[in-house]
């Protein structure tokens, strides 16, 4: 069989995985409608189904998601567009045609644009005019087979949101953006995925690979434009050891992993034997609605199932981290606040997810972080409110237990004076904050991802000096940084060894971990 051939394109997520190819077809023209098609009522009924489509979609989803179908929501209520379809129908325009013609026309301006964000959202359109172009003729927009490599010209959000992607599978792009709604998505849920392929030739069903580490495709045989090189990555993986997540480096220092999980379903696939446990669990992501927020017993046995899973291992909750950029639906006051700010605004739904937590601690090893942490103060007023919530627990004899309370270390200020947070049971470390505020720019810039690669030295600086002044305390890192094998060495070296990192990104932390020393440097023989 002919050697595998690696064809360059560019990281949009990490992570390694093969399977099936799935060839996309083509974003091609509308097909010719039924002739009955024709009036502004049609395109009305079509739309409003269309709508209640992507709301289905978002049910249940994370903010993220949900924020996404609620753009393209938003576009489908745009009375402008329906007038200029309308102008169109009034012309004599097919229904579908002018619907079609009126959306193309959006779809051009926004990849002429000259700012990647803006060319990134083409594809957001190209789904919406999809979607009722679909209802429209009576078509229906097929998923494709769960652990298949997705491969084509883009991929629209709503497609990612619909496909179910336990099984694995990735997405190999010939064109794409990193800044992209489908590239977000797929970094949130650890979907391997590269973009800027180019046009390359594979037959469907033929198993290919996608290493979002290196930035490559793999193919199984040559293809044009590609040259034969030795896959950095394996293309296939082997079960972890059932070590408990606790390694040792090349000299003998023990190192912990545990994972990041955003849904209790998510551990499902994973066997709780190799890991440390759960490193940090974004609360926000069950709690999408103030209906939620005010739901004792949804976040109890949220936190017991996550508990009963680690079976003694320790498991992180991180509070509610919204507001801002991650509003909660039904909430609209305090949209300037974020994070514990906001949990300290609105005491009301602290002390609900404080009762939760409370009770759930008895059912295992759980632990407590606040996010976006920035002074002493923050911690304080928070164990008051887990104070008040147990004194009112055991007035009612509930069982109850306060557990271990520390914070996401996140902000530049709280990093430089970790050694003022004395009631404070832990620190990890969130570096996609971090570098965001060192370099002064929101994640969703086209420009990020330059600036946060520069800002690498400056967050490495500020991570050692953080580690000396937490001192005894127990400290983590939980960031994208910490599930960058190439980072590895860099956060060792910093004095860090506790990793938190995507489910998908064990085997490559765990490999690169016991190739260094404790300092960080190569052993030797590597």
Same mark, same amino acid.
């Given at each position: 069989?002919?050697?595998?051939?690696?064809?360059?394109?560019?990281?949009?997520?990490?992570?390694?995985?093969?399977?099936?190819? %799935?060839?996309?077809?083509?974003?091609?023209?509308?097909?010719?409608? $039924?002739?009955?098609?024709?009036?502004?009522?049609?395109?009305?009924?079509?739309?409003?189904?269309?709508?209640?489509?992507?709301?289905?979609?978002?049910?249940?989803?994370? $903010?993220?998601?949900?924020?996404?179908? /609620?753009?393209?929501?938003?576009?489908?209520?745009?009375?402008?567009?329906?007038?200029?379809?309308?102008?169109?129908?009034?012309?004599?325009?097919?229904?579908?045609?002018? @619907?079609?013609?009126?959306?193309?026309?959006?779809?051009?301006?926004?990849?002429?644009? /000259?700012?990647?964000?803006?060319?990134?959202?083409? =594809?957001?359109?190209?789904?919406?005019?999809?979607?009722?172009?679909? =209802?429209?003729?009576?078509?229906?927009?097929?998923?494709?087979?769960?652990?298949?490599?997705?491969?084509?010209?883009?991929?629209?959000?709503?497609?990612?949101?619909?496909?179910? @992607?336990?099984?694995?599978?990735?997405?190999?792009?010939?064109?794409?953006?990193?800044?992209?709604?489908?590239?977000?998505?797929?970094?949130?849920?650890?979907?391997?995925? =590269?973009?800027?392929?180019?046009?390359?030739?594979?037959?469907?069903?033929?198993?290919?690979?996608?290493?979002?580490?290196?930035?490559?495709?793999?193919?199984?045989?040559?293809?044009?434009?590609?040259?034969?090189?030795?896959?950095?990555?394996?293309?296939?993986?082997?079960?972890?050891?059932?070590?408990?997540?606790?390694?040792?480096?090349?000299?003998?220092?023990?190192?912990?992993?545990?994972?990041?999980?955003?849904?209790?379903? /998510?551990?499902?696939?994973?066997?709780?034997?190799?890991?440390?446990?759960?490193?940090?669990?974004?609360?926000?992501?069950?709690?999408?609605?103030?209906?939620?927020?005010?739901?004792?017993?949804?976040?109890?046995?949220? %936190?017991?199932?996550?508990?009963? @899973?680690?079976?003694?291992?320790?498991?992180?909750?991180?509070?509610?981290?919204?507001?801002?950029?991650?509003?909660?639906?039904?909430?609209?006051?305090?949209?300037?606040?974020?994070?514990?700010?906001?949990?300290?605004?609105?005491?009301?739904?602290?002390?609900?997810?404080?009762?939760?937590?409370?009770?759930?601690?008895?059912?295992?090893?759980?632990?407590?972080?606040?996010?976006?942490?920035?002074?002493?103060?923050?911690?304080?007023?928070?164990?008051?409110?887990?104070?008040?919530?147990?004194?009112?627990?055991?007035?009612?004899?509930?069982?109850?237990?306060?557990?271990?309370?520390?914070?996401?270390?996140?902000?530049?200020?709280?990093?430089?004076?970790?050694?003022?947070?004395?009631?404070?049971?832990? &620190?990890?470390?969130?570096?996609?904050?971090?570098?965001?505020?060192?370099?002064?720019?929101?994640?969703?810039?086209?420009? &990020?991802?330059?600036?946060?690669?520069?800002?690498?030295?400056?967050?490495?600086?500020?991570?050692?000096?953080?580690?000396?002044?937490?001192?005894?305390?127990?400290?983590?890192?939980?960031?994208?940084?910490?599930?960058? $094998?190439?980072?590895?060495?860099?956060?060792?070296?910093?004095?860090?060894?506790?990793?938190?990192?995507?489910?998908?990104?064990?085997?490559?932390?765990?490999?690169?971990?016991?190739?260094?020393?404790?300092?960080?440097?190569?052993?030797?023989?590597?």
């Amino acid at each position: 069989m002919a050697a595998p051939f690696r064809l360059k394109a560019t990281s949009a997520s990490p992570g390694v995985a093969t399977g099936p190819a %799935y060839i996309a077809e083509p974003l091609a023209a509308a097909p010719s409608p $039924p002739s009955s098609l024709s009036g502004h009522a049609e395109l009305g009924d079509a739309i409003k189904t269309a709508i209640r489509e992507l709301q289905n979609l978002a049910a249940g989803t994370d $903010p993220q998601s949900s924020d996404i179908i /609620e753009f393209q929501i938003e576009v489908l209520q745009d009375p402008t567009l329906t007038e200029m379809a309308g102008a169109r129908i009034d012309a004599g325009e097919n229904v579908a045609f002018a @619907w079609v013609g009126t959306l193309q026309g959006y779809i051009r301006e926004l990849e002429c644009s /000259e700012e990647d964000q803006m060319r990134a959202r083409a =594809v957001d359109i190209v789904d919406i005019k999809n979607r009722v172009l679909a =209802v429209l003729t009576g078509t229906q927009l097929d998923d494709f087979p769960a652990g298949s490599i997705y491969v084509g010209r883009d991929m629209e959000p709503s497609r990612f949101l619909a496909h179910d @992607w336990s099984a694995g599978g990735g997405i190999a792009l010939y064109a794409g953006s990193a800044v992209g709604h489908v590239a977000l998505l797929a970094r949130s849920r650890s979907i391997p995925m =590269v973009i800027g392929a180019g046009q390359f030739t594979t037959e469907g069903g033929q198993h290919i690979g996608v290493d979002g580490d290196s930035g490559v495709v793999v193919l199984q045989a040559a293809q044009e434009n590609a040259t034969p090189a030795q896959v950095n990555h394996p293309v296939t993986s082997t079960p972890s050891p059932t070590d408990n997540g606790s390694l040792r480096t090349a000299d003998g220092s023990q190192v912990l992993l545990s994972v990041n999980v955003n849904a209790p379903d /998510e551990v499902d696939s994973i066997l709780a034997a190799t890991t440390a446990g759960i490193g940090l669990m974004r609360s926000e992501f069950t709690v999408t609605s103030l209906g939620d927020a005010a739901n004792e017993e949804k976040q109890f046995a949220i %936190y017991r199932r996550l508990l009963d @899973w680690a079976d003694g291992r320790a498991v992180t909750i991180r509070m509610l981290d919204i507001g801002g950029d991650k509003p909660l639906s039904g909430l609209t006051e305090a949209s300037s606040l974020r994070g514990v700010r906001l949990l300290l605004a609105r005491p009301e739904i602290a002390s609900v997810q404080a009762r939760a937590l409370l009770r759930a601690a008895v059912f295992g090893n759980l632990r407590v972080m606040l996010p976006m942490v920035t002074f002493p103060s923050d911690v304080d007023n928070i164990r008051q409110i887990f104070r008040e919530e147990s004194t009112e627990l055991a007035r009612r004899g509930v069982p109850h237990r306060i557990p271990p309370i520390g914070m996401m270390v996140e902000v530049p200020a709280a990093a430089l004076m970790l050694d003022r947070f004395e009631s404070a049971d832990f &620190f990890s470390f969130g570096t996609n904050d971090l570098a965001q505020y060192l370099v002064a720019s929101a994640r969703e810039d086209a420009d &990020f991802a330059v600036y946060q690669d520069r800002a690498v030295p400056a967050v490495l600086r500020l991570l050692s000096q953080a580690v000396k002044l937490a001192r005894a305390k127990p400290v983590s890192i939980c960031g994208d940084m910490a599930g960058d $094998p190439s980072r590895t060495a860099d956060l060792l070296a910093a004095g860090i060894y506790h990793f938190s990192v995507a489910p998908t990104r064990l085997p490559a932390i765990r490999s690169a971990i016991v190739g260094l020393n404790a300092d960080g440097t190569k052993a030797a023989g590597e």
